[in-house]
C-alpha cells in the first residue's frame, strides 16, 4: 500500500521560512517525479514546484526566487524549504508522487502552511 508521510508545515510569520518533508513508501514501481501542490481555501489545488528523478525542476511562478525543492532519490524523499514567505502563501500544501511504470500519482493527506501578516 502506498503511503506518504508529510511534515513541516505550521504557522509563521511573513518574511518566515519552513521545510516540508514527504516520505513515500510501499510504491512498487521507481518514480518519475514527486512535487509539492497546494490548495487555499475556495481555490484550486495548484502546482508548487515538482523534481524528476534525474533532478529536472519546475516552479509556479509564484514560488520561482522563493523556494526550493529537492530530493533523495534512494530514500524516496522530497523537500520544499520555502523561504520570504507571504499571507498569500498560506494553503494546505499535498505531496504527490507519480510512478514511472504506469504514471500513477499518488497523494498525501496534506499539511496547513499559515503565514501571518
Known amino acids: 500500500q502506498v503511503q506518504l508521510v508529510e511534515s513541516g508545515g505550521g504557522l509563521v510569520q511573513a518574511g518566515g521560512s519552513l521545510r516540508l518533508s514527504c516520505a513515500a513508501s510501499?510504491?512498487?514501481?521507481?518514480?518519475?517525479?514527486m512535487g509539492w501542490y497546494r490548495q487555499a481555501p475556495g481555490k484550486q489545488r495548484e502546482l508548487v514546484a515538482r523534481i524528476t528523478v534525474g533532478g529536472a525542476t519546475v516552479y509556479a511562478d509564484s514560488a520561482k526566487g522563493r523556494f526550493t525543492i529537492s530530493s533523495h532519490n534512494a530514500k524516496n524523499t522530497v523537500y520544499l524549504q520555502m523561504n520570504s514567505l507571504k499571507p498569500e502563501d498560506t494553503a494546505v500544501y499535498y505531496c504527490?508522487?507519480?510512478?514511472?511504470?504506469?504514471?500513477?500519482?499518488?497523494w498525501g493527506q496534506g499539511t496547513q502552511v499559515t503565514v501571518s501578516s
Open positions: 504527490k508522487v507519480v510512478a514511472a511504470t504506469n504514471w500513477n500519482g499518488y
Open positions: 510501499g510504491i512498487s514501481s521507481s518514480i518519475n517525479s
